[in-house]
């Protein structure tokens, strides 16, 4: 990107200038570091609040030269295998499942394909970068030759990203909720498929912001039914009254990508927020903030 005419010097230039100070006792010193480019000080306590806004800001500044203006989110297992290494599993369930990395990967085939027709701004893959689910989903886009994004996280065990993810629209995150914001701040619609507590915590995390009318309604699809029944009762929330019967229509169950991608084409009310949450409001007490 061209850099802007300015008068004063550009932050840049002033950090090579400040390289090639003499060494002296006070150059030496960290107080002489210009803040910027102090990594010690940018890392302190007090500056979590600076560095949760440039987590914000860079993603958002490069979607933005990029034109993305929206996305279609996968959420899913990182441990679910490509079918022809499925006999590598630690279970005969996981193995099984490995069937939704074929859809995963379709899926994010035709929805490339869809995202093209507008020069890649609309319809952006978006998955967490990793292997399993999110590596069909990287590798889908690749197939319809398009890029996808992805949002990658520090972790403990972390692997790099999977070799599918397009290296300009791949991040890295140190807090999990500016990851968040940016996996759903652009969304048109989000698929679920088989995975665990991260994938779990996702999920719920969405149809919470939904049913409580923080987000718009769009469609929230979760890919094999047997699985998603067999790990949560659905029924019995609303039957304890916990959540509404209406609740429930919140998401759709699906097994194909194409019928993911019907429902989505056929989805007319993607980024409206609801007039009224879908919570009861005559609870006392009950707020969404």
Same mark, same amino acid.
């Given at each position: 990107?061209? %850099? ?14 400040? $390289? =090639? ?10 107080? #002489? ?20 806004? /440039?987590?914000? *800001?860079?993603?958002? /500044?490069?979607? $933005?030269?990029?034109?993305?203006? +929206?996305?279609?989110? @996968? ?14 599993? %630690?279970?005969?369930? *996981? ?5 939704? #990395? ?6 994010? %085939?035709? @929805?490339?394909?869809? +995202? ?28 319809? =030759?398009?890029?996808?994004?992805? *949002? ?11 070799? #599918? ?9 140190? #807090? ?7 996996? /759903?701040?652009?969304? !048109? ?24 009318? %923080?987000?718009?309604? @769009?469609?929230?699809? *979760? ?6 029944? !067999? ?8 039957? $304890?009254?916990?959540? +509404?019967?209406?609740?429930? !229509? ?6 194909? $990508? ?9 989805? !007319?009310?993607?980024?409206?927020? /609801? ?11 009950? +707020?969404?903030?």
């Amino acid at each position: 990107m061209a %850099r802007k005419q300015n008068t004063f010097p550009n932050a840049e230039d002033d950090i090579t200038r400040a $390289a =090639g100070v003499p060494d002296t006792p006070q150059t030496r010193s960290p107080a #002489y570091r210009l803040a910027f480019a102090d990594d010690d000080f940018l890392c302190r306590d007090e500056l979590r609040a600076t560095r949760i806004q /440039l987590e914000m *800001l860079k993603p958002e /500044l490069i979607l $933005a030269e990029k034109g993305i203006e +929206s996305t279609v989110v @996968m959420f899913g297992g990182a441990r679910i295998p490509e079918p022809s290494r499925k006999d590598e599993a %630690r279970t005969e369930t *996981l193995a099984e499942l490995s069937k939704y #990395y074929d859809q995963a990967r379709e899926f994010a %085939r035709l @929805m490339t394909i869809k +995202s093209m027709e507008s020069y890649g701004r609309e319809d952006v893959i978006v998955t967490g970068g990793g292997p399993g689910v999110m590596e069909a989903g990287n590798r889908g886009a690749a197939d319809a =030759g398009g890029a996808s994004m992805s *949002l990658n996280i520090v972790l403990p065990h972390e692997q790099a990203p999977n070799e #599918y993810c397009t290296p300009d629209l791949c991040f890295n995150f140190h #807090y999990f909720a500016t990851r968040k914001i940016h996996f /759903l701040m652009r969304a !048109k619609a989000i698929t679920v498929f088989p995975g665990g507590f991260g994938t779990l915590d996702e999920l719920f995390e969405t149809l919470t912001l939904i049913q409580t009318g %923080r987000m718009g309604r @769009m469609p929230v699809l *979760l890919f094999g039914e047997d699985f998603w029944r !067999k790990i949560i009762n659905w029924e019995a929330l609303a039957d $304890a009254g916990t959540i +509404s019967a209406e609740d429930i !229509k919140l998401f759709h169950f699906v097994e194909t $990508a194409a019928q993911a991608v019907q429902i989505i084409e056929d989805f !007319k009310d993607i980024v409206e927020p /609801l007039d009224e949450p879908l919570i009861d409001s005559t609870l006392p007490e009950q +707020s969404v903030s």
